[in-house]
């Protein structure tokens, strides 16, 4: 049985990225494994694989939307006031629909009696593939401008899917809204990354609330332990999550860092991710190697 792992973070920079790769590449070590980059507003963790060969061509990433046939058009008013997001407007029989918020669900289309809302499609993105011995990395990248991020998502997890792979990764944007909930959701387990500071632990606890309520087992990794004032072990305690491993800081992982390149000899960066492999085979069926 495959596991999939989400890396998440309740804000930007706490490390959830460099967390994700170091962990693909580890696993890549001993089998087949996959990294899919969900952070598709700004996708970074092909950085650290430049080696990585792209299989071509990209797969675009669409979105049906609609346009009112006025030939076929009654002007009955059943699709006002019903899109969600705020995309159509019914004024006297003229629909006008925003092809940049429209998030393509079809209600409208649905409900129109008089089949006069045409789809078409507008790309929101694309997904990329780049392989590695032993690792499958797949991309999502938002085209810029869009804001249908959750489409990107849904499609790179949709294409990341290999099951001789033991263990899918993927790197979810930060935050607690709607596309970190498409990227968690889902996943076997969850690690959210949370730095020592103050504004790092006022973002974990929205994040730890959401992935709880996912109903998904989530564990906490303190990156630049020691480093700040703040201690995320009691904001764990309290939701009982697992403080799974710890990362110190230290002058030559940010160096690294700073220059996309992987530490996996680092012996603190071996200490962390040994702890997580311990902590993810307790997710593994108990006849599993
Ligand atoms: S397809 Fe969905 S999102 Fe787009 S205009 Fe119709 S109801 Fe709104
Ligand atoms: S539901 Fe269809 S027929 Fe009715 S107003 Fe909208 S587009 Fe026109």
Redo the contacts with the bound molecule.
Sequence with gaps: MSLTLAVASGKGGTGKTTLAVHLAAWYARSGPTLLADLDVDAPDAGGYFPAARPVAPDQPVEI???EQDQARCTACGA?AS????G??VYIKGMVT??PV?????????RACPAGA?V?SPVRAGRVSLALLPNLALYQGLLTVGDIRSTAVIEAVKQRAVDPAAALTIRDCPPGATCPTVRAVHGASACLLVAEPTAFSLHDLENALRLVQALGIPVGLVINKAGAGQADPRRLAARYAVPVVAKLAWSHSLAEAGARGQLCLEDPAMRRCLGDIELWLDGFKPKDAP
């Design positions: 049906a939307v609609p699709c019903l899109c969600r997001f995309a159509l629909i925003n918020t429209c998030k393509g669900c079809g209600r409208c289309v809302l789809e």
